[in-house]
């Protein structure tokens, strides 16, 4: 099945302690995204990668990190999470740009205290 | 810098009615695409509809349509005959055709509810 996989889908955890969040999509996609969604905000996005070792910023890049070893995989770190980071997080991967369907994943909640 | 306006923060639709979703953008550019996704409770994104915008003819999707006025930036979403399944968050999306950059810039979303 086609699928783009985030874990974990729930996350507490407390101010400065680093944490990642993983992505992983088995559809062969070149791009691959990641966005944050708060309440009247909508999704914006903080990374994206447009190939292995391929990464630029979004629109909300501050406080995180991405790599890009793999094709299939892109996770994202927090070094030092902080509370104003708390929010929920998808992964979104795709085969090209344009009109091309964008997949994404199943969310993770996270809450920084 | 674009940017996508969804003036709406609530419908809500009567089933088997008919709701118009208002979706504005602003651009310099001449041709990129555009969608709607949907956000059901599962927190699940699914994409209901695109549109690329040197394209004059609406798209549809089976109960759903656009009207996408390229002048007036204008991008609505129409839901004909509203099903109780229709509930959820409804995005859109604004992407360029730029290859150089993946820049993809979502608006504030519009909270649809359907009363049976």
């Known amino acids: 099945e086609a699928q783009v996989t985030q874990n974990p889908r729930y996350l507490i955890t407390v101010t400065g302690k680093k944490l990642t969040v993983t992505c992983s999509q088995n559809?062969?996609?070149?791009?691959m995204s990641w966005y944050r969604q708060d309440p009247g905000l909508g999704l914006r996005q903080i990374y994206y990668?447009?190939?292995?070792?391929?990464?630029d910023k979004g629109d909300v890049p501050e406080g995180y990190k991405v790599s890009r070893k793999e094709k299939r995989n892109f996770p994202l770190i927090l070094e030092s999470p902080s509370p104003n980071q708390t929010s929920l997080y998808f992964c979104?991967?795709?085969?090209?740009?344009?009109?091309?369907?964008?997949?994404f994943g199943q969310g993770t909640r996270l809450t920084v205290v | 810098a674009q940017t996508v306006t969804q003036s709406q923060p609530e419908m809500s639709v009567q089933e088997a009615e008919t709701v118009t979703l208002s979706c504005t953008y602003d651009?310099?550019?001449?041709?990129?695409?555009l969608f709607w996704y949907k956000q059901p409770p599962s927190r699940q994104m699914i994409l209901v509809i695109r549109?690329?915008?040197?394209?004059?003819q609406n798209a549809t999707e089976n109960r759903f349509s656009v009207n996408f006025q390229k002048a007036a930036k204008s991008f609505s979403l129409k839901i004909s005959d509203s099903q109780l399944g229709d509930a959820a968050m409804y995005f859109c999306?604004?992407?360029?055709?730029?290859?150089?950059?993946?820049?993809?810039?979502f608006g504030p979303g519009t909270s649809l509810s359907v009363i049976p």
């Open positions: 651009t310099s550019e001449s041709d990129y695409y």
């Open positions: 999306a604004y992407r360029s055709v730029e290859t150089s950059y993946d820049k993809v810039i």
């Open positions: 990668s447009m190939n292995v070792e391929v990464t």
């Open positions: 979104a991967s795709s085969s090209q740009g344009g009109d091309t369907e964008a997949f």
């Open positions: 549109q690329e915008a040197y394209k004059q």
């Open positions: 559809m062969n996609h070149e791009y």
